[in-house]
């Protein structure tokens, strides 16, 4: 198998054959010298239970755009982000971040995510038919989001737009050279639209998750 194979019409169209193939393959399907891929429930649980596992995401970028393409501004970013941290990095924001949502804690986001559901719904009535994806799954996150990072909705959709822009640089299949500068683009975008909302939040401290965020500390580390 080609890592094409997984960015093809055909698949998009219908997955499940590939899917298949990489099943029938055993427990790991080897793409590449320094690459492979598994459809194993057990296996994936295993190595992510497994402490003597850290995530590399350099490694796969490096097998799937070569050297430079480290330097991509995507891929810097992703090398930053929390999810592709090991310890003891992982383990010192962990501990931050658990501090900022139990401050928060889960109560007023129920009453938050309950009353924007209530108000999709709302919408509804009087309707014949209801796009569910455009009329609820896409609005219904983009909203809570906003209301608890304290930013302008009406931004949702223009950051939801970049977010999934830049990760598309996270298929499995390679992105095209235009793919890959719109991926560039669009984490510059959202890196300068955060840098200035960070920024303006630390001058004047909110309720926000934002805020809490930046109010955070744990054995005098901040973030």
Do not use: W
């Not at 169209?13 to 298949?20: A, G, Q, R, S, T």
């Not at 129920?110 to 719904?121: F, H, N």
């Amino acid at each position: 198998m080609k890592l094409s194979d997984f960015s093809s019409s055909a698949f998009f169209e219908n997955p499940y054959p590939v899917y298949e193939r990489v099943r029938e393959a055993g427990p790991l399907l080897y793409m590449g010298p320094t690459l492979a891929m598994t459809a194993s429930y057990a296996l994936v649980e295993a190595l992510l239970l497994d402490r003597r596992m850290v995530k590399q995401p350099v490694t796969t970028v490096r097998e799937r755009y070569g050297e430079t393409a480290t330097h991509e501004p995507v891929f810097e970013a992703f090398s930053m982000m929390f999810a592709s941290m090991n310890p003891p990095a992982h383990t010192r924001l962990r501990t931050l971040l658990t501090k900022a949502f139990t401050a928060r804690g889960l109560e007023p986001i129920e009453r938050l995510s309950q009353g924007v559901a209530d108000r999709l719904i709302d919408t509804f009535i009087g309707e014949a038919g209801v796009d569910l994806v455009e009329q609820f799954a896409m609005p219904f996150p983009i909203e809570i989001i906003c209301r608890l990072l304290d930013l302008p909705v009406g931004d949702g959709l223009t950051l939801g737009e970049a977010s999934s822009a830049m990760l598309d640089a996270l298929d499995i299949a390679p992105l095209n050279t235009m793919g890959l500068a719109r991926a560039n683009r669009a984490t510059q975008q959202l890196q300068e639209y955060f840098r200035t909302v960070v920024q303006a939040r630390r001058s004047r401290i909110g309720n926000d998750l934002i805020s809490a965020l930046i109010r955070a500390e744990a054995g005098g580390e901040v973030l």
